[in-house]
Structure formats: C-alpha cells, structure tokens
C-alpha cells in the first residue's frame, strides 16, 4: 500500500497539464514539466495540473507517492520515463528514489525520493 511520509512540500507553477502521482522536474523559466526519459526529477505531484500556469503542490523530499510505468522491484533504483512515471532505472539514468514496495504498471507506489543526481552504473 503505498502512502507518504516525512514528506516537505512546495508549490510550483506548471508547464504544461501534469497528472498527479507523476516526477517533475524544475525548468528553466521556473515553471514544472515532467522530466526527459532517464532524465534528474525535482518532485513528484501530490496534486494534479489541469491547466498550463496552474499551481501544484509537490513532495521533494521524504517517502512518496508515485505512479509505476513497468515493474518495478522492492528496492530497486527508480528512474522515470518520459511521461513523468516510475520506472526500473537503466544504464546511465539517473536515479530519482527507490523503490520501498514492488510494483506494476499504473500501479501508485512508494519511493524514497532521491535529488542527488547519481547516474545508474
């Protein structure tokens, strides 16, 4: 069952339309977009964008609620794919979290969210 805890939050300003439970990542203009295939991840969504310039609240730290892309195992490194959702981390992605509980696709899970930016060797 997937849940947060010792979560922070912030709101952010977003691009484009944004589902929640989804990665983002900061852009240069300030505003939120889900983040490139393999690519560094901000926040994940604890609410949804339905419009571009829409505020939505974020969770950068702590353990979070994500939606899988593909199956993902217990502990294994998350990176996310270019829709904003968890996936197994591959050769040279970064590393957004890991993954506290299994799961399958479309499936909300939890993550131990990391921002350090470290690549999948």
Known sequence: MAFYENVST???IAGAVIPQFSFVQL???GKVLVPAL???ADATT???STAVDQA???AYDGRVMVKAGGAIAR???VA???AGLAVAAALGNVIVGYALEA???NQIMTVEINRAGTLQP
């Open 38 to 40: 393999g690519g560094r």
């Open 10 to 12: 912030r709101t952010y």
């Open 103 to 105: 799961a399958v696709i």
């Open 56 to 58: 939505i609240t974020g």
């Open 46 to 48: 604890m609410t949804e």
């Open 27 to 29: 852009a240069a203009n």
């Open 80 to 82: 996310t794919n270019a």
């Open 75 to 77: 502990g294994g490194p």
